[in-house]
């Protein structure tokens, strides 16, 4: 009877583990229509559920970086995003602590570090972006999210403090 109530369990939540790329397909689905209803709370209560189960499933770990990140961005007030992108560095570090050649979480931890600057703007965040990019590249060198987002930094940053327009040139092209 236990092993029968186990099975039960384990049917129950097999959807939000990582290892059914059903599952992940949803949950993407549902972050790429973040904008409608509550797509993007469900796409993360999913997750959260499924790291329940797999605590250490670093393709669950980066989307939930990725939902958190979003989140954080429709808060109201500073505080508030600041907190919410506090929470997504936390899961995103985790994902890359669990698996450092995971291209997507260095990417979102850098587009974190993006949106954070856009609050604080300090050069400390730039440079973890940069970096955090570099390595997305150098992982995934057709990660086309990537090149765009260091494009735009190099484009934007002063050459003083790493900006380069060729370089920038040459990573939209």
């Known amino acids: 009877m236990t092993f029968r109530i186990f ?3 384990l049917w129950a939540v097999a959807p939000l583990v990582a290892a059914e790329p059903e599952a992940l397909m949803q949950v993407d ?10 797509n993007l709370e469900k796409s993360t209560q999913r997750l959260r559920e499924g790291l329940h189960a ?9 989307r939930l970086g990725r939902n958190l990140v979003a989140e954080a ?7 508030a995003q600041l907190a919410g992108f506090a929470e997504a560095v936390a ?10 050649a995971e291209a997507q979480a260095h990417y979102w931890l850098a587009q974190e570090r ?3 600057n856009a609050i604080r703007r300090t050069l400390g ?3 973890s972006m940069k970096a955090e990019l570099e390595t997305t590249i150098a992982l995934d060198p ?3 999210g990537a090149h765009q987002l260091l494009c735009e930094l190099l484009r934007q940053l002063p050459s003083l403090f790493g900006g380069d327009m060729k370089r920038a040139v040459g990573e939209c092209e």
Do not use: C, F, M
Not at 29 to 38: D, E, K, P, V
Not at 91 to 100: D, M
């Open 73 to 79: 961005g429709r808060r109201s007030g500073r505080n």
């Open 91 to 100: 899961v995103l570090e985790q994902a890359i602590a669990a698996k450092p």
């Open 7 to 9: 099975l039960i369990v």
């Open 29 to 38: 689905a549902l972050y790429l229509n973040r904008h409608q209803g509550r």
């Open 142 to 144: 057709s990660h086309a």
């Open 125 to 127: 965040l730039a440079k």
């Open 114 to 116: 993006g949106k954070e």
């Open 54 to 62: 797999t605590p250490r499933d670093t393709d669950l770990l980066w």
